[in-house]
């Protein structure tokens, strides 16, 4: 069994097509084809049903598929930790990043790109679900996002910081000037919304089935950038984190009345037992030290 093998077979695993995986892959689809019935012959085991163009795993195709990552992530690690022996002088990040923290991660990349020129950074935006299953398959290196209720606790975190939910509109929207806003006046306000997939989404769904609350939601959105450039029009409104619209001067962030405080926390996650990059871990000392600062 080899190291190649592992990796052909997880390309068809996540891409169920051998050609598309061979493309992926920079070799051609018969030597990925080859490689594979070889694992197959050597595991004893048939690892995908061929249907067409398209190739489906296997019950023992998808049992296998942990322990085949696992592998190529030891592998991988490795050799990160052999890289690092050196010195942090060259190589590549991969950090994944919610949308809502992307201010964050604005503050950050200057810095480290100066004191590391030659790290090339590889920078996801996505959804938290997205970007923790990209975490799962050890796409990712690390990711930012705030931390979705009752997930991830197969996941390594850090704290970042807690930021609080706010209902947030234009100053030249009618609310504009209420000093906090009832849950029933959320309610009859149309709202554009993060779409299903976001942490803060979760947040707000669940404060609504505790509540029963059923909020005017007029569009949903899975980009927070766009949401708050709608909201300049003066007629939208929305829920989000205070640190998402934190450098926005012309929104105004209004307290929801609440029994609870409601706060979404910020975290970094790591995959399980995964060597950290020494390049890692420069980065989020740095974001550490950039959220202290900056009083978040």
């Known amino acids: 069994m080899e190291l190649r093998q592992l990796k052909y077979f997880k390309a068809a695993c996540e891409l169920q097509n ?8 920079c070799i ?3 030597t990925l084809s080859q490689q594979i019935k070889q694992l197959e012959e050597e595991l004893d085991v048939l690892l995908f049903e061929r249907i067409g163009k398209r190739v489906i795993p296997t019950e023992a195709g ?11 992530q030891d592998a991988e690690s490795g050799k990160q930790l052999i890289r690092d022996l050196k010195g942090i002088k060259t190589g590549n990040l991969h ?11 604005v503050s950050a990349l200057e810095q480290f790109t100066r004191a590391y020129p030659n790290i090339k950074l590889h920078i996801t935006l996505g959804t938290s679900e997205q970007l923790l299953k990209r975490l799962d398959n050890n796409d990712l290196d690390f990711l930012l996002s705030f931390k979705p209720e009752g997930t991830c606790e197969h996941l390594e975190t850090e704290p970042l910081f807690q930021s609080r939910l706010y209902f947030i509109v234009h100053r030249s929207h009618p ?7 009832t849950l029933k006046r959320l309610s009859e306000t149309p709202l554009i919304l993060p779409a299903s997939g976001f942490a803060t989404r979760k947040k707000i769904d669940e404060l609504c089935r505790k509540y029963q609350l059923a909020l005017n939601v007029g569009i949903e959105m899975n980009d927070v950038h766009t949401i708050l450039h709608i909201l300049k029009g003066g007629y939208w409104s929305t ?14 962030q209004i307290p929801i009345l609440c029994p609870e ?11 399980q037992g995964s060597y950290r990059k020494k390049a890692a ?3 989020t000392d740095l974001l550490l030290d950039i959220v202290k600062k900056e009083g978040l």
């Open 261 to 271: 405080t409601l706060t979404s926390r910020g975290y970094i996650f790591w995959p």
């Open 175 to 181: 609310l504009s000037a209420l000093s906090s806003v």
């Open 239 to 252: 829920i989000l984190t205070q640190a998402a619209a934190s450098k926005e001067t012309d929104l105004v």
């Open 95 to 105: 950090i994944g990043v919610t949308y809502s923290m992307g201010t964050l991660i």
């Open 28 to 30: 051609s689809q018969s």
């Open 18 to 25: 051998f050609s598309e995986a061979a493309r992926t892959l």
């Open 281 to 283: 871990t420069a980065f």
């Open 62 to 72: 998808l049992t296998f598929l942990p322990y085949a990552n696992k592998t190529i």
